[in-house]
């Protein structure tokens, strides 16, 4: 048998009894993937040991893919466009607080440049895996301060792929030059718009024309196949591939089929991520800690402490509360999965000293199991820190509310700047095309390289022109793009120079497009003579070319958001000031079920409001007081964290009361009603019966006569023989 498949069943086994030990105790299970490596790997001798350690490092590789596969189909890009100005700031405030703050404690250590760069970016990126999985153990998605969160943690996602991408040139060429990583960062941004644009335009097309044929083995495979191809792209063109699985994912993300994939891709990913993790524990170098076990106790509290002041100012600066921007700073105080992919490349690039990637592991590992306890403390450390403020500076820090003004309009040339920077892209990205692709194949098939550079222009220049119109012409039709001298005359200043910028930047793209396939004069006078060619012959086909591709495209990016626009407007989705909207579930067995809302108290009792009742497909909006709460209902409330998380406690769980009626105590028992019994001549409802028994009276004997079901108005009268289905203890101390 292959030693690999021995590896397999050893890397698997150890793993499984490990999490479920972890999970026995309540403790993160990737430190059970963790543990579970260091037990498998060189360092540990009483367990079996991989043996094969390279083709693990593959296994690992393709366990890196999958889990950032899966980030990208929980990441979306327009995701990122909405999280705000608050989640922007508060993660890019992090971000750069921690990259200077580690490199300046690698110096400190004494470390050389290289080991000190790359722990800044190992404590930069919190934990999305971590982070998620406490918020879930805790109860605490309700919170307001989660959705600031989540916001962080998808600007974190893309600051960590960019990381990745600008620590891979700083470790090829050894130096750190600002000219060298601000053309990475645009070729990243180029790459990014790029395979944006065409996986928008492309992959949805193909899952709507797909879509009755897919299930849920075929989507896994056409989706890890779109996945893989994305890699080999992003390989080819110099990136990582864990940059190339992120992006499929995200363009997988933004489509109508994008949860169903992610659902379906969940095993896989755990499998994977339970592999790579392993991995990670298998490289845990005990020497290596003991000799710097000083370094990872000052890393573990500088991360605790740097990412929860860097978090909680960054919060502020964006107009968070205290209380709101205090939450945020401590569940963002941790490292883990980006934090071994960082590492990991270090290693792969022979880079970095072997000491730092256990010491990244270990501060992972301790950060982990202080997570759940960091979060838990948060309200209790704001109501400490509130009492130690001075008066006035607690009343500006309420102030601060994190709404943004809505009605604050961007400028006209802010507007176009989308437009122009995206048709832009899309011109230079299809002249790089036929130069690197089209026009080396061309040379092989035709008589002269002159010919095939011909050809190779004439079709970049074909395919480019619906876009060097959208971006030279303001108008949607050609109509409007008409511009007589009296109309110039009338046009403001700024509109003036927005006309000829385009122009200029048109006819720039232009020559960029010559420029591929011939010499710098040959490019000015094709480029002249395109450009008075394309003033002669008009725009009106290149117009509706063009506003076919816009359309199409616009309808790919909106399709999976008609559906939930839709389906959104039947909720209240505005809250005011520190209140916010949560959605619960009615548990079966909670107190308030069947209970009209009067009753329950709501409002009074706990402080929020009911905004509405979804039951199965009926949504009952603004519900009155005299409506009921049954069992699975979906309730939507207004409220703050507190007032929230008090009715979470009576809606959402196993009530006493109910959970007092044990099964095995309920049966049918008889009692001979006679003598001076209290319930002679009142009716059944007003006996009680039903709320002293938790029972139902099923049965009346009387004078020979038997009653099934018996009216509950009927009165009860000396002689009857009540049959009572109910509570048996309770039945028998009603006798």
């Given at each position: 048998m292959p030693t690999l498949i021995e590896d397999l069943g050893i890397i698997l086994a150890v793993a499984g009894v490990v999490t479920l030990l972890f999970k026995k105790i309540g403790q993160p299970v990737v430190l059970g993937y963790l543990l579970a490596g260091f037990l498998v790997g060189p360092e540990v001798s009483f367990f079996p040991t991989v043996q094969e350690n390279d083709e693990i490092k593959i296994w690992a590789e393709i366990g890196v893919i999958v889990l950032l596969f899966g980030l990208g189909l929980e990441f979306s890009f327009k995701k990122l466009v909405t999280v705000g100005r608050g989640a922007s700031i508060t993660a890019i405030t992090e971000v750069l607080f921690m990259l200077g703050l580690g490199y300046l404690l690698g110096q400190g250590f004494g470390w050389n440049t290289m080991d000190s760069i790359f722990l800044g970016g190992i404590l930069s990126i919190s934990s999305t895996t971590i982070i998620i999985r406490a918020f879930d153990e805790l109860g605490f998605r309700q919170r307001r301060f989660v959705t600031l969160v989540f916001g962080v943690l998808i600007v974190e996602?893309?600051?960590?792929?960019?990381?990745?991408?600008?620590?891979?040139?700083?470790?090829?060429?050894?130096?750190?030059?600002?000219?060298?990583?601000?053309?990475?960062?645009?070729?990243?941004?180029?790459?990014?718009?790029?395979?944006?644009?065409?996986?928008?335009?492309?992959?949805?097309?193909?899952?709507?024309?797909?879509?009755?044929?897919?299930?849920?083995?075929?989507?896994?495979?056409?989706?890890?196949?779109?996945?893989?191809?994305?890699?080999?792209?992003?390989?080819?063109?110099?990136?990582?591939?864990?940059l190339g699985a992120f992006i499929m994912g995200s363009i997988l993300a933004e489509t109508p089929d994008g949860a169903r994939i992610e659902h379906t891709l969940k095993s896989v990913k755990d499998l994977f991520a339970a592999v790579f993790f392993v991995s990670v524990g298998m490289l845990i170098n005990l020497d290596a800690l003991k000799e710097h076990w000083f370094a990872v106790a000052v890393i573990t509290i500088v991360t605790i402490l740097g990412k929860l002041f860097s978090s909680?100012?960054?919060?502020?600066?964006?107009?968070?509360?205290?209380?709101?921007?205090?939450?945020?700073?401590?569940?963002?105080?941790?490292?883990?999965?980006?934090?071994?992919?960082?590492?990991?490349?270090?290693?792969?690039?022979?880079?970095?000293?072997?000491?730092?990637?256990?010491?990244?592991?270990?501060?992972?590992?301790?950060?982990?199991?202080?997570?759940?306890?960091?979060?838990?403390?948060?309200?209790?450390?704001?109501?400490?820190?509130?009492?130690?403020?001075?008066a006035d500076w607690l009343s500006r820090l309420r102030g601060n509310t994190g709404l943004e003004n809505p009605n604050v309009q961007s400028s006209?040339?802010?507007?176009?700047?989308?437009?122009?920077?995206?048709?832009?892209?899309?011109?230079?990205?299809?002249?790089?095309?036929?130069?690197?692709?089209?026009?080396?194949?061309?040379?092989?098939?035709?008589?002269s390289e002159g010919m095939a550079a011909l050809v190779s222009v004439a079709i970049a220049m074909f395919l480019s022109l619906p876009s060097l119109w959208a971006i030279f012409s303001k108008a949607r039709s050609v109509a409007g793009l008409m511009v007589r001298i009296e109309d110039v005359r009338q046009m403001s200043y700024q509109s003036v120079l927005g006309l000829f910028g385009r122009a200029l930047l048109a006819i720039f793209l232009l020559g960029f497009i010559v420029a591929q396939f011939t010499s710098a004069l040959v490019t000015f006078i094709l480029a002249a003579g395109l450009s008075m060619l394309m003033a002669v012959l008009g725009f009106k086909n290149f117009s509706k070319t063009y506003g076919w591709f816009e359309k199409q495209f616009l309808s790919h990016l909106n399709e999976k958001d008609k559906a939930r626009i839709t389906n959104e407007k039947e909720y209240p989705i505005l809250a005011p000031w520190d209140a916010h909207l949560a959605t619960l579930d009615v548990h079966p067995n909670s107190s308030v079920v069947g209970r009209k809302l009067?009753?329950?108290?709501?409002?009074?009792?706990?402080?929020?409001?009911?905004?509405?009742?979804?039951?199965?497909?009926?949504?009952?909006?603004?519900?009155?007081?005299?409506?009921?709460?049954?069992?699975?209902?979906?309730?939507?409330?207004?409220?703050?964290?507190?007032?929230?998380?008090?009715?979470?406690?009576?809606?959402?769980?196993?009530?006493?009361?109910?959970?007092?009626?044990?099964?095995?105590?309920?049966?049918?028992?008889?009692?001979?009603?006679?003598?001076?019994?209290?319930?002679?001549?009142?009716s059944i409802r007003e006996s009680g019966i039903r709320e002293t028994t938790d029972g139902l009276v099923v049965g009346l004997e009387r004078s020979g006569e038997r009653v099934l079901n018996p009216d509950a108005t009927e009165s009860i009268q000396d002689g009857d023989l009540l049959w009572i289905v109910g509570n048996t203890e309770k039945i028998k101390l009603l006798k």
């Amino acid at each position: 048998m292959p030693t690999l498949i021995e590896d397999l069943g050893i890397i698997l086994a150890v793993a499984g009894v490990v999490t479920l030990l972890f999970k026995k105790i309540g403790q993160p299970v990737v430190l059970g993937y963790l543990l579970a490596g260091f037990l498998v790997g060189p360092e540990v001798s009483f367990f079996p040991t991989v043996q094969e350690n390279d083709e693990i490092k593959i296994w690992a590789e393709i366990g890196v893919i999958v889990l950032l596969f899966g980030l990208g189909l929980e990441f979306s890009f327009k995701k990122l466009v909405t999280v705000g100005r608050g989640a922007s700031i508060t993660a890019i405030t992090e971000v750069l607080f921690m990259l200077g703050l580690g490199y300046l404690l690698g110096q400190g250590f004494g470390w050389n440049t290289m080991d000190s760069i790359f722990l800044g970016g190992i404590l930069s990126i919190s934990s999305t895996t971590i982070i998620i999985r406490a918020f879930d153990e805790l109860g605490f998605r309700q919170r307001r301060f989660v959705t600031l969160v989540f916001g962080v943690l998808i600007v974190e996602d893309l600051v960590a792929i960019l990381l990745l991408v600008l620590l891979s040139t700083i470790a090829v060429s050894n130096t750190f030059e600002g000219t060298q990583l601000l053309t990475s960062a645009a070729k990243l941004a180029f790459f990014l718009t790029l395979w944006f644009l065409g996986g928008i335009f492309i992959v949805p097309w193909f899952l709507r024309k797909t879509r009755s044929l897919m299930n849920d083995e075929t989507s896994l495979i056409v989706s890890l196949a779109m996945c893989l191809l994305m890699v080999l792209l992003a390989t080819k063109s110099g990136f990582s591939p864990a940059l190339g699985a992120f992006i499929m994912g995200s363009i997988l993300a933004e489509t109508p089929d994008g949860a169903r994939i992610e659902h379906t891709l969940k095993s896989v990913k755990d499998l994977f991520a339970a592999v790579f993790f392993v991995s990670v524990g298998m490289l845990i170098n005990l020497d290596a800690l003991k000799e710097h076990w000083f370094a990872v106790a000052v890393i573990t509290i500088v991360t605790i402490l740097g990412k929860l002041f860097s978090s909680t100012i960054g919060a502020l600066l964006s107009g968070q509360s205290l209380r709101v921007s205090l939450q945020t700073g401590m569940s963002l105080a941790q490292i883990g999965e980006f934090s071994f992919i960082i590492a990991t490349l270090g290693l792969t690039l022979k880079v970095t000293s072997e000491f730092l990637y256990p010491l990244a592991v270990a501060v992972s590992a301790i950060t982990t199991l202080t997570t759940p306890y960091l979060i838990k403390s948060s309200d209790a450390t704001y109501i400490w820190i509130e009492k130690k403020l001075p008066a006035d500076w607690l009343s500006r820090l309420r102030g601060n509310t994190g709404l943004e003004n809505p009605n604050v309009q961007s400028s006209k040339i802010a507007q176009e700047m989308p437009r122009v920077f995206l048709n832009s892209v899309l011109v230079v990205g299809i002249a790089l095309a036929c130069s690197k692709w089209l026009l080396p194949f061309l040379s092989k098939e035709l008589p002269s390289e002159g010919m095939a550079a011909l050809v190779s222009v004439a079709i970049a220049m074909f395919l480019s022109l619906p876009s060097l119109w959208a971006i030279f012409s303001k108008a949607r039709s050609v109509a409007g793009l008409m511009v007589r001298i009296e109309d110039v005359r009338q046009m403001s200043y700024q509109s003036v120079l927005g006309l000829f910028g385009r122009a200029l930047l048109a006819i720039f793209l232009l020559g960029f497009i010559v420029a591929q396939f011939t010499s710098a004069l040959v490019t000015f006078i094709l480029a002249a003579g395109l450009s008075m060619l394309m003033a002669v012959l008009g725009f009106k086909n290149f117009s509706k070319t063009y506003g076919w591709f816009e359309k199409q495209f616009l309808s790919h990016l909106n399709e999976k958001d008609k559906a939930r626009i839709t389906n959104e407007k039947e909720y209240p989705i505005l809250a005011p000031w520190d209140a916010h909207l949560a959605t619960l579930d009615v548990h079966p067995n909670s107190s308030v079920v069947g209970r009209k809302l009067a009753d329950i108290g709501i409002r009074e009792s706990y402080g929020v409001t009911v905004a509405m009742i979804e039951r199965g497909s009926q949504k009952i909006l603004a519900p009155r007081r005299d409506d009921l709460l049954m069992a699975f209902d979906r309730v939507s409330v207004i409220g703050n964290d507190d007032e929230v998380s008090k009715f979470k406690e009576i809606i959402s769980k196993n009530s006493d009361l109910h959970a007092g009626a044990n099964v095995t105590n309920y049966g049918l028992k008889s009692i001979f009603i006679s003598g001076q019994n209290p319930f002679i001549g009142k009716s059944i409802r007003e006996s009680g019966i039903r709320e002293t028994t938790d029972g139902l009276v099923v049965g009346l004997e009387r004078s020979g006569e038997r009653v099934l079901n018996p009216d509950a108005t009927e009165s009860i009268q000396d002689g009857d023989l009540l049959w009572i289905v109910g509570n048996t203890e309770k039945i028998k101390l009603l006798k």
